[in-house]
């Protein structure tokens, strides 16, 4: 009865001492949990804030989610730009050899024998243009996908490469295949890409550059030379604009700015005329269409600033329409509006307001001018603050 006693003792001494590790650990897990949560949780404030090394981070996290065959690289690189509202991504294409050179096995009778039957030449090339295009689509339609609803990406910047020998000199050497640049309202508008049959075109009819004969490495001039180090030069976006080589349109004289929105209306179809300095009420632009529908007389004014753009900007161009008899108004700007001015002008339903992202997106389409507004959209609780 002693001895048992004695074991019984050490016995449920060895269970406490199992319990209290076994508490320990979940203990420890549950800390680590709760870590691991409150980090996504601080990453995701800071997405829906707009910075940068965030939304780059939730934008990795979920094309890192997408499966790809084995085989398939998974280099990529990402870069937020908030004052230009868009994602630079550059991704690594599969190199050539991923195609196979055996299409099918056929079975002989005659023989008897099964042979392999190789892909010709011409298929090859093709197979290898259409993986490119497509690995290239999906990645931008995942990108607008998982930033829809954040309010944050206008635009993806898009290079496709891939890093082969390079027969002359026997290195290593980076190739552009598809580089391109398409804006959310005419990639969601007019794509429906599970219907999509040929993605070469639809690249193409997106704008893009596309190697004519990728499986060649027929490389093309990318859009934008992915280069993070420069991205991240300086956390002040006016700073970070001084660095750029691109045209700052905050360096821009008044007139200088007007007679850009003037050229840019031109270029868009519209007849534009810029009005006189004085008594203009305002004024900036005068554009007329003839059009049975959306024709008429277009007031603008032309805001260049770092600034928000106030309601009492908006409402001043609906009480010059009025005035004038004009069908309808525009308010461009470098910087941005609040969201009283937003809503004012969606309840007067003829009033566009233009923000820097959406302008510079618009340069560059109709001018062929890449440049900068010069000045970042604040985001979060800053930009909540009424107009």
């Not at 829809?148 to 002359?168: I, R, S, Y």
Request: hydrophobic residues 40%; proline residues 5%; contains cysteine.
């Amino acid at each position: 009865m002693a001895r048992f006693q004695d074991a019984e003792a050490d016995r449920l001494r060895a269970l406490e001492a199992a319990r209290s590790r076994h508490d320990q650990r979940v203990a420890a897990a549950d800390n680590r949990a709760a870590a691991h949560n409150a980090g996504l949780a601080a990453r995701w404030t800071a997405c829906t804030e707009g910075e940068p090394e965030a939304v780059e981070w939730f934008v990795g996290q979920a094309l890192a989610a997408t499966p790809y065959p084995d085989g398939f690289p998974q280099a990529r690189k990402i870069a937020y730009r908030p004052q230009e509202h868009d994602i630079v991504v550059e991704i690594e294409f599969p190199r050539t050899t991923v195609i196979p050179e055996v299409r099918e096995y056929r079975f002989y009778k005659t023989a008897p024998e099964i042979r392999p039957v190789r892909w010709k030449d011409v298929e090859v090339k093709k197979l290898y243009a259409q993986l490119v295009a497509w690995v290239a689509l999906r990645t931008l339609y995942e990108i607008f996908r998982v930033t829809k609803d954040l309010d944050l990406v206008d635009v993806v910047v898009f290079n496709g490469t891939v890093t082969d020998v390079d027969p002359t000199t026997g290195k290593d050497t980076l190739y552009h295949l598809v580089s391109l640049e398409p804006e959310r309202s005419i990639f969601e508008g007019n794509l429906k890409i599970d219907c999509v049959t040929d993605p070469v075109g639809c690249l193409r009819g997106l704008g893009a550059k596309v190697s004519p004969n990728p499986y060649d490495l027929q490389a093309v001039e990318p859009v934008v030379i992915f280069d993070l180090h420069r991205f991240r030069l300086a956390n002040d976006s006016t700073e970070l604009a001084n660095l750029d080589s691109r045209p700052n349109l905050q360096k821009l004289s008044p007139t200088e700015f007007e007679q850009l929105i003037e050229k840019l209306l031109k270029a868009m179809g519209i007849e534009s005329y810029r009005t006189i300095n004085s008594g203009d009420d305002g004024i900036d632009v005068v554009a007329t269409k003839d059009d049975i529908i959306f024709g008429g007389v277009c007031l603008v004014q032309a805001k260049r600033t770092k600034n928000r753009v106030e309601l009492g900007t908006v409402q001043a161009i609906a009480g010059a329409m009025a005035d004038h008899n004009a069908a309808t108004g525009m308010v461009v700007t470098t910087s941005w509006f609040g969201p009283s001015s937003i809503a004012f002008a969606k309840r007067s339903n003829r009033i566009t307001l233009v923000k820097g992202a959406e302008l510079k997106h618009m340069i560059k389409r109709y001018l062929g001018v890449d440049v900068i507004p010069g000045v970042a959209e604040p985001r979060g609780r800053r930009a909540q603050g009424s107009a």
